[in-house]
């Protein structure tokens, strides 16, 4: 299901423009980020989250969904301020627009390097 | 708006048909240029930075040319927006995440990625220019 975040982006088009290799790397690099993300919010820890959060806002330069953008900022600001409470939300919507992404970056045939 | 230098840069590599005579004038087109701005090569490692850019990272220009732009930038993933303009050899233009720092001021609010070609050729090299506000504005 679209994430109502990505409905009227024509992501698919955006994924085909994308270079092979940078493909790869937003696979790869999309994957690690989000679990250091998860990760750091698990344990509170706030320095990582907004490390994570920063990451992927680089990552969103890709591919031209601003909500990932908004939402990444959200989560870097709630740890700014070590209120992790405050990154819930953007952190759930970030995750499914992320798994989403993922998704339909491995329909194009984009597979990720990770080991 | 505030002038980019990817014209000035482009023009050179126009005349000088070479990345590294880009560099050789990188002093004189960038000594008026108020705000940070740097040279990369494909490998995304520095060819030249002016000063702006240099004390925006709180780093000497030595300490930047011939170093890899992730070694440098390692709390991002902005290496990524940079190889997507060199391959696709277009021009972009993001809002800075984490404004870097412009004297006592409010910092830069947006960056661009340059690619720079001659007409019909490889990119051969990136103009990274930062800016207090949208340069498209």
């Known amino acids: ?115 | 708006m505030h002038e980019s230098l990817g014209n000035e840069v482009i023009a050179a590599l126009l005349v000088s048909a070479t990345i590294n005579g880009v560099v050789e004038r990188w002093d004189e087109l960038t000594k008026d240029h108020p705000f940070p701005a740097a040279l990369l090569d494909t490998r995304m490692v520095y060819l030249a930075v002016n000063g702006p850019y240099a004390r925006a990272f709180e780093l000497s220009p030595s300490a930047l040319v011939g170093k890899e732009y992730a070694t440098i930038h390692r709390d991002t993933d902005d290496v990524l927006l940079l190889l997507k303009a060199v391959t696709l050899g277009e021009r972009f233009v993001f809002p800075l995440f984490s404004p870097a720092k412009q004297g006592d001021s409010e910092g830069y609010r947006s960056w661009s990625l340059t690619p720079l070609k001659n007409p019909k050729e490889p990119t051969v090299g990136l103009l990274v220019e930062y800016y207090p506000n949208d340069p498209e504005v």
């Open chain 1, 1 to 115: 299901m679209v994430p109502k975040e990505c409905l009227g982006v024509d992501v698919d088009k955006a994924v085909k423009r994308l270079p092979a290799h940078l493909g790869t790397l937003f696979l790869t690099t999309g994957e690690q980020r989000v679990r250091e993300l998860d990760r750091a919010i698990a344990i509170g820890d706030a320095i990582a989250v907004m490390d994570a959060a920063h990451s992927l806002a680089s990552l969103m330069g890709l591919l031209p969904i601003d909500a990932l953008a908004t939402y990444a900022r959200e989560i870097y600001d709630a740890g700014e301020r070590n209120e992790l409470a405050a990154a819930k939300h953007p952190h759930q919507r970030l995750v499914a627009i992320m798994s989403w992404v993922l998704c339909r970056l491995r329909s194009h045939g984009f597979t990720s390097n990770a080991v």
